[in-house]
């Protein structure tokens, strides 16, 4: 199985992990952004993601990790058609 992991500087939360064991839902505010087979922006990228996309958060990084000029953690995402990444 693929796992990969969405960098959360282009995705915003749309809300948190509530006590009843509710999936937090993350919005795409950027066009393209990549979905990738592991948190390394080397590895494979499984699929890209359009503005708007909403995705459950699976995961998240221990460590912000920078990518370009942004700093973020890392997010295991379910994405719609299956993917996860």
Do not use: C, H
């Not at 590895?43 to 699976?58: F, H, I, M, N, S």
């Amino acid at each position: 199985m693929a796992l990969a992991l969405l960098f959360v500087a282009s995705a915003a939360a749309a809300f948190a992990q509530g006590a009843n064991g509710a999936v937090a839902q993350r919005i795409t505010t950027a066009s393209g952004v990549r979905v990738r087979e592991r948190p390394d922006t080397n590895t494979d990228e499984l699929a890209r993601l359009q503005v708007g996309v909403v995705v459950d958060e699976l995961e998240r990084s221990q460590d912000k990790a920078k990518v370009g000029a942004s700093e973020d953690y890392w997010y295991l995402v379910a994405a719609p058609g299956g993917v996860k990444g």
